[in-house]
């Protein structure tokens, strides 16, 4: 599935509300991190394996011999007995393995050093005097069968954009054991469930200075450890992003503003054909529609502002058509697959083109 999870090989937890494709368990209250780390099964370690390669000697041969055989071709070897096949350490690689099932990861270069899942959890255990609070835990899930992990912290307290309407702050980390990537650590107002909501959060984090990386170099764990003072440094960004927010609620919007904010976020490109514009404009339509009846957007403190646009763009990505479109003919999967063009694949892209947009709109205000 495009969440790249799998049931059979994937193992999540989440707090209080279960996650939309179904794999996992569901535990209620505030989870601490040895709660979450036993209930999503990560209290796994990722161990070295030396890697060998095979090798053959290779025989001298001289021209006479090459070209005799050359002449009188035949199955056997050229240039006299064969030799058995060698073992030779790779000493510039190593494999990746778990150590509770003996999965094999991935395949790193000798200067990669191992981040474990405990230190992740460790490493946002520590926030606690950075937050003013406890540290709880909203969601943790491996991906691939072990390739990927997602810890999701929610830190204490929640932000009032517009009456009624509360935000929480989730602080993400996003890390591989195949080799792949660096250490993600991201302050974000999405909550992580699975590989579309973790890139939604990190596009949402990236569009806010909030994203901050740890490649796994020798230095890796020491670099973990100097991340609490930049992820502190991040929620005085994610601050000023809920300032942000707060006066998109508090722009109203004519119908020219909302004409200009929805073509610019959903834009047509020059030439394109009568299909794409006619598709197109059904996205569009679909944004305004929940613009002005999503009953979110109808809140008092919320109809008719800047706020409500945005939400009705992260709206139709989380729970819009292409939730809906099980491509059942020819019509529905080439509907669903322009959507899912539109829509940026995962839907990340959009909602920060969106947040991009409304940003630049309360700027020149």
């Not at 073992?87 to 991935?106: E, I, P, Q, S, Y």
């Not at 503003?257 to 339509?285: H, M």
Request: aromatic share 6%; hydrophobic share 40%.
């Amino acid at each position: 599935m495009s969440s790249e999870m799998n049931r059979n090989r994937d193992t999540a937890a989440y707090a209080n509300r279960p996650a939309w494709h179904g794999i996992g368990v569901t535990l209620d209250g505030a989870p601490t991190s040895g709660l979450m780390i036993e209930a999503a099964r990560l209290g796994w370690d990722v161990v070295p394996a030396p890697l060998h390669a095979e090798t053959v000697p290779l025989v001298p041969l001289g021209v006479d011999a090459i070209e005799a055989a050359l002449q009188s071709p035949t199955d056997g070897p050229i240039g006299g007995e064969p030799h058995t096949p060698e073992l030779v350490k790779v000493g510039t690689h190593k494999a990746l393995r778990r150590n509770d099932t003996g999965a094999l990861l991935g395949v790193v270069g000798d200067g990669y050093e191992i981040v474990q899942n405990r230190e992740v959890f460790d490493l946002l255990d520590s926030l606690e005097s950075a937050v003013g609070g406890p540290v709880r835990y909203e969601s943790a899930f491996t991906m691939q069968g072990g390739k990927g992990v997602c810890v999701v912290a929610r830190l204490p307290g929640s932000d009032t954009i517009a009456p009624g309407d509360d935000v929480h702050r989730y602080c993400l980390a996003y890390f591989r054991h195949d080799g792949g990537g660096s250490v993600e650590l991201a302050i974000s107002m999405v909550r992580p469930v699975c590989m579309n909501t973790i890139q939604m959060a990190l596009a949402e984090a990236s569009a806010n200075s909030e994203r901050f990386r740890v490649r796994h170099t020798t230095n890796a764990k020491r670099n973990l450890e100097r991340a609490v003072s930049v992820i502190r440094d991040g929620l005085s960004l994610y601050d000023g992003s809920v300032a942000k927010a707060r006066e998109m609620a508090a722009r109203p919007m004519t119908r020219e503003d909302l004409f200009d904010f929805i073509t610019r976020v959903y834009p047509v490109a020059e030439g394109a054909s009568a299909a794409v514009k006619t598709r197109t404009s059904k996205v569009q339509k679909d944004a305004v529609k929940r613009y002005a009846q999503s009953p979110t957007n109808n809140l008092d403190s919320m109809r008719g502002t800047l706020w409500a646009a945005v939400n009705a763009v992260t709206e139709q990505v989380d729970h819009g058509p292409v939730a809906r479109l099980r491509g059942d003919d020819k019509r529905d999967r080439a509907e669903q697959a322009f959507r899912r063009r539109m829509l940026g694949g995962s839907g990340a892209q959009l909602k920060a083109d969106a947040w991009r947009v409304a940003s630049e709109m309360i700027g020149a205000a």
